[in-house]
């Protein structure tokens, strides 16, 4: 089983930004920058050629 590798971290707005690798695949966590440490977690998925961090991805984020 492979494990979750943190490899870069951002804070704005409100919004703390972790991008993340478990074996091959990578990943974005988008948390708040403070508050309840139990907020809720939904996975997504991008499709084929879009990237992780597409405008359309982002803007579903946690609003700060």
């Known amino acids: 089983m ?3 590798h ?3 971290e951002t804070s704005s707005t409100g919004v ?3 991008d993340f690798t478990v074996g091959e695949i990578t990943g974005v966590l988008w948390s708040p ?3 309840s440490d139990r907020a809720p977690l939904v996975l997504m998925g991008h499709g084929g ?3 992780k961090k597409w405008p359309g991805m982002v803007g579903r ?3 700060s």
Do not use: Q, V
């Open 2 to 4: 492979h494990s979750l």
């Open 6 to 8: 943190f490899t870069a």
């Open 16 to 18: 703390l930004e972790r």
């Open 33 to 35: 920058a403070s508050g």
């Open 49 to 51: 050629g879009t990237h």
């Open 61 to 63: 984020r946690i609003a």
